[in-house]
């Protein structure tokens, strides 16, 4: 009977009637007592692991809602042109590929208009004139191409829009080279998905990612890989007894049928990888210009971005509800929001089970306060992602200052008593640290800004309901999985600045404890050897 004993600390049970304790029993992977130290140690059997918090802080697992498992794993092997200039940009790429590289194309993430505003085909042209570049925007839904990547990918001054997106233009009506939502079109999807849904690249990437994610406190993962490769990889993991998170793999529903079926009818594990919502996207993203709003961009007052039309939505909630399935939509801008509620209203008509589907927006980055009242009877759960309040000077360019004041609404959400979870969207998001993430949002200007518990609930509890696991986790209760994250400080009760300077400690799933900082500030695995803190821009942020 395996036990371990943390006491002498502050435990934050985040239930609805736990109040703090100071101790807690975990055995045989579950939680077996919370409360004093005496009541507690007095529990536990002689053989147990005592531990002794010295006045540390324990914390329900951090359950990140929304993440790209693979590709945070194979983001780190990818150039980060995160910050940099288009001079910094170009001498950084030249440096790593000083010699040409045929038709093998070469693949940059992050770069973003704040720092380098004026990017051009004919700028990577001069370095790379027969080697394909495509370099991803910050957010992912732009691309800036050199010209053998728009031939590659099959387009050409001749090429029009299509529905999501489309190749934007110079005044003389010639590329530029930046091409919004490309994954709308066929010769880029070719591309995508040699490059996201390869066997070998996701078998890499899930371990790397794995191994970030021990140190960050993170037990539970929702996870944006899609495939079976994906799937098949968790499974190898937990067999070998190296899956360090609980995972919940979701399915995209712009795959095709078939692929789709099997994968979501693959072995799953209800208890360590199980099977998760249906994804769609319905708009893109603010910095490309391509989340659909309301009103148009401030900066760009000819587009209000782009979206599904009412009858594709309808179709596809039509479609998942049919089957029975939570659906989670990448929905940012307002209109595709209203959209989103809209659709959720005409099928509830038909199908009147949904409400209790727990039917997800992912991201909800504005929506008009109107909706917000909406949200809560229709039975719809926010799954938000902090990390985007990273650049609110941004957001006010994009937006405008009274649009950038109401986005990601969060106090409105949770007085509306909307189900609100957080996540990292990482690599959508360049930053993935949960105490960062509540740094965030705690800290913000203006009305939205919410309480070190509220979002240290929504990291938790909240990412829990979102996903029909509150019942086994999101709070220190006896019976829950006895996956938890052990930090340095308390958040609700440190200065609201000093929050993300708050380190974990200890990350513990099912009982077993999975990292351990060391006094020299370097990890330790479970598998007993010390590691360096990767490199990853954990808390590259304000």
């Not at 360090?244 to 990888?273: A, M, N, Q, V």
């Not at 000093?498 to 006094?519: C, F, N, T």
Request: proline share 7%; aromatic share 8%.
């Amino acid at each position: 009977m395996a036990e371990i004993v943390l006491f002498n600390g502050t435990v934050i049970p985040l239930s609805r009637t736990g109040e703090r304790q100071s101790a807690v029993l975990l055995r045989d992977g579950k939680i077996a007592a919370v409360g004093g130290d005496r009541e507690v140690l007095a529990a536990a059997g002689p053989e147990a692991r005592r531990i002794d918090l010295a006045g540390r802080t324990v914390v329900p697992g951090f359950n990140d809602d929304h993440l790209h498992v693979a590709g945070m794993g194979n983001h780190l092997d990818t150039p980060n042109l995160r910050g940099m200039s288009k001079a910094e940009i170009l001498a950084h790429l030249s440096e790593r590929y000083p010699a040409p590289r045929g038709l093998d194309p070469i693949f940059g993430v992050q770069w973003d208009y704040p720092t380098c505003p004026d990017p051009h085909a004919r700028d990577l042209d001069r370095l790379f004139d027969a080697t394909p570049v495509i370099l991803f925007q910050y957010s992912g839904h732009a691309m800036w191409a050199n010209s053998a990547a728009l031939r590659l990918i099959g387009i050409d001054e001749r090429t029009r829009e299509w529905p999501s997106g489309g190749p934007v233009r110079d005044s003389a009506g010639h590329l530029t080279g930046i091409v919004r939502e490309p994954y709308g079109h066929p010769g880029f999807q070719k591309i995508f998905r040699r490059r996201q849904f390869d066997a070998g690249s996701i078998r890499r990437g899930i371990p790397a990612a794995l191994e970030l994610l021990r140190e960050s406190g993170v037990t539970s993962v929702q996870d944006n890989t899609w495939v079976r490769a994906g799937l098949a990889t968790y499974r190898e993991l937990h067999r070998a007894g190296e899956l360090t998170c609980r995972i919940s793999c979701w399915s995209l529903g712009e795959t095709p049928k078939p692929l789709r079926y099997l994968f979501e009818h693959d072995r799953f594990d209800p208890e360590w990888y199980a099977r998760g919502p249906r994804k769609y996207f319905l708009d893109g993203a603010f910095s490309s210009r391509t989340a659909y709003l309301v009103e148009p961009y401030a900066d760009e007052s000819d587009t209000s971005g782009k979206g599904k039309s009412p009858q594709e939505i309808e179709r596809l909630m039509a479609d998942t509800a049919r089957s029975g399935r939570q659906i989670a939509c990448h929905s940012i801008g307002d209109r595709s929001t209203q959209q989103y509620c809209d659709g959720v209203e005409r099928t509830l008509a038909r199908y009147p089970g949904v409400r209790e589907m727990r039917w997800r927006v992912e991201h909800g980055q504005l929506i008009r306060p109107e909706d917000i009242e909406r949200l809560r009877g229709l039975g719809i759960v926010i799954s938000a992602q902090p990390h985007a309040l990273s650049d609110p000077e941004k957001d006010r360019r994009l937006l405008g200052e009274k649009r950038a004041e109401r986005a990601y609404p969060y106090r409105s959400l949770l007085d509306a008593g909307v189900p609100l979870a957080f996540g990292s969207d990482f690599p959508g998001e360049g930053t993935y640290d949960p105490l960062l993430g509540i740094h965030l949002t705690v800290n913000r200007e203006g009305p939205e800004a919410i309480t070190p518990e509220e979002a240290l609930a929504c990291y938790t509890l909240g990412s829990a309901y979102a996903q029909f696991e509150e019942e086994r986790k999101g709070t220190i209760e006896v019976g829950k999985l006895a996956d938890l994250a052990l930090l340095s400080d308390d958040p609700t009760a440190v200065r609201r600045e000093a929050i993300r300077e708050i380190k974990v400690e200890m990350k513990i799933v099912a009982g077993r404890i999975v990292y351990e900082r060391s006094p020299e500030g370097r990890g330790v695995s479970s598998r007993g050897g010390l590691r360096r803190a990767p490199a990853a821009s954990r808390r590259a942020a304000p």
